[in-house]
């Protein structure tokens, strides 16, 4: 894996990147990025949106974190695309890394993600769905720091 050459202070004030929420499905994707599997990420517009926060460009680096908020990378953002949800194309799909079959399981899966309570309260929206239009960020990243045994 990449060696680490950030200071502590490097990593303090970088932002952090969680994928999902805290647990088993987080556990699965971090392992996915510390092995090389997962070299994409699907987000939504509108949770950005709603955190204030803007959409990742090249070259911004965060801080990925397990479900215990340990840091355990840095990843790069390598490329950004907004496209409607029924765009996500099978190329996304297998650079996600998640083992979908094709877009359709792919989907299938984001979609439960999305609708589930949890997603749902982040948005504060109880009712929130998505259909083909929805717009969604396709992010693109590589690790340039593996954390793990660097005591950050």
Not at 28 to 46: P, Q, W
Not at 69 to 89: K, M, Q
Not at 95 to 122: C, I, K, S
Request: aromatic share 6%; net charge negative.
């Amino acid at each position: 894996m990449i060696p680490d050459p950030f200071t502590p202070a490097d990593i303090a004030s970088m932002p952090r990147t969680e994928f999902a929420f805290p647990g088993p499905l987080r556990d699965r994707l971090v392992a996915a990025v510390l092995s090389g599997a997962k070299t994409a990420t699907t987000g939504l517009v509108v949770d950005y949106e709603h955190e204030g926060d803007p959409l990742p460009e090249p070259g911004d680096r965060s801080v990925v974190v397990d479900s215990d908020g340990r840091p355990v990378a840095v990843i790069e953002v390598t490329g950004v695309r907004v496209v409607p949800l029924a765009e996500v194309d099978h190329a996304h799909v297998v650079d996600e890394g998640e083992g979908h079959a094709g877009v359709a399981e792919w989907r299938e899966g984001h979609e439960a993600f999305w609708h589930g309570e949890d997603m749902r309260a982040a948005l504060d929206d109880p009712g929130f769905t998505v259909d083909d239009r929805t717009p969604v960020v396709l992010e693109r990243f590589r690790v340039v720091a593996d954390l793990r045994r660097a005591g950050h």
